[in-house]
């Protein structure tokens, strides 16, 4: 029975084929429209992503106070208000895995004949522990290292490549400023931070010998920020408040009504909003997209009625010799969920080609996830479905007398 109706629907598809394309073709462009939205929407989630994981996961950023001159107030960190010994409080802290004092200033390299500037960072040993960073080549930073000042500098690969091109700078000998330093290591890449700069474009000496060779000036031994990591599951909001507490402690801030000298960022905070962000902006997209294929539906309607109204004398026909409603208005609603499903298999294959040329093209992240495939298929035959149900019930509704005699 369903075998004799479906070749039934192929015959009646292929009666007029160029109405029936037309028809499928906005369940085409509906479908491909979705896909590649929801392709682009959730290649935009993980690029954030993977740009958030890049900072590190569970990450605090403790920045220094600001500045109050007569009335005009300084950016944070231009106070002294953050100590080394403040960054190893918190390290001692309950769910902390590694902080690290950071002292930042833009010199200078020099390699033979080649010279560079970038931004040279005063670390201790748990940055690369806080940041997630694997070391490329050499030898990651240890805890002698950031006790006795050796001169040593770890390259990121961008300035790395800047400075020796293709060969191993791993024991070379390099200026910063004026000073030698011997290459220790070269970072894993790390990519674009969420602002676009290159995170590869950068160097870390020891805190101490930071403070000891580079930094001469006015913030000699300031810390501008301190870099925290928690524990996997840990409470973000406790551990915050926890630290919050100490430094208050610590720099003697008793009185409840006296503001923080330091101001503390939750990077995971960050990392969440985005993808919130990420996620809305692709099911925005994805809304958008929709409407393609609600027009597409009305267009299955449309041809539809037109369908039942040609074929009256043929639906007379059937229901004089048997034909029962039910018959009738399966036949017509598997005419129109073919059509539907025909058009959402095409628009599949539509977006997938859409989203492969949107990537190759302009080198944006997308991704096409069987779920968007899948989501996408199923609501272009629900709209078959729905939209296809009112023209097969008026087809079953005809009385077959009148029918038989509609010219």
Do not use: C
């Not at 700069?197 to 805190?207: E, G, H, N, S, Y």
């Not at 302009?362 to 779920?371: E, Q, Y």
């Amino acid at each position: 029975m369903f075998f004799s109706m479906f070749m039934e629907a192929i015959r009646a598809m292929g009666a007029n084929r160029l109405r029936t394309f037309l028809t499928m073709l906005g369940m085409v462009i509906g479908v491909g429209a979705v896909v590649l939205m929801l392709a682009v929407g959730e290649g935009t989630r993980i690029t954030i992503k993977n740009q958030v994981d890049a900072l590190g996961t569970n990450i605090f950023i403790v920045l220094a106070g600001f500045q109050n001159t007569g009335g005009v107030r300084s950016g944070s960190g231009q106070r002294h208000t953050l100590t080394a010994l403040d960054a190893e409080a918190i390290r001692q802290m309950d769910d902390i895995v590694g902080a690290t004092p950071v002292a930042i200033s833009n010199l200078q390299l020099v390699a033979g004949g080649q010279n560079w500037n970038t931004q040279v960072n005063g670390v201790n040993e748990d940055f690369l522990v806080v940041r997630s960073w694997d070391v490329a080549e050499g030898r990651p930073m240890d805890y002698l290292d950031s006790q006795s000042a050796s001169r040593v500098i770890w390259l990121g690969k961008s300035t790395a490549e800047e400075l020796f091109g293709s060969t191993d700078p791993v024991g070379a000998t390099i200026r910063v400023g004026m000073v030698p330093f011997t290459v220790a290591g070269v970072l894993a890449s790390k990519g674009q931070s969420l602002d676009g700069r290159d995170q590869d474009d950068t160097a870390i000496v020891p805190f101490s010998t930071f403070n000891r060779f580079l930094e001469t000036g006015h913030f000699q031994f300031m810390v501008r920020m301190i870099m925290v990591k928690a524990r996997d599951g840990a409470n973000m909001d406790q551990v915050e408040e926890d630290m919050r507490l100490l430094l208050r402690e610590r720099h003697r801030l008793v009185d409840a009504m006296q503001d923080d000298d330091f101001f503390i960022n939750n990077l995971s905070a960050l990392m969440d909003s985005a993808e919130e962000m990420a996620r809305a902006m692709t099911l925005l997209l994805g809304a958008i997209a929709s409407v393609s294929l609600a027009v597409g539906g009305i267009g299955i309607m449309n041809i539809m009625l037109v369908s039942v109204t040609e074929r009256t004398r043929e639906i007379g026909i059937r229901l004089a010799i048997g034909a029962r409603k039910k018959d009738i208005l399966s036949q017509f609603l598997l005419e129109a969920m073919l059509v539907s499903f025909t058009g959402g298999f095409l628009g599949l294959l539509l977006g997938s080609l859409g989203a492969s040329i949107v990537s190759f093209a302009i080198g944006m992240t997308v991704s096409v996830t069987p779920f968007s495939m899948i989501l996408s298929f199923s609501v272009s035959l629900g709209i078959g479905i729905f939209f296809g149900f009112y023209p097969a019930w008026k087809a079953a509704s005809q009385n077959p007398i009148e029918a038989l005699h509609y010219q």
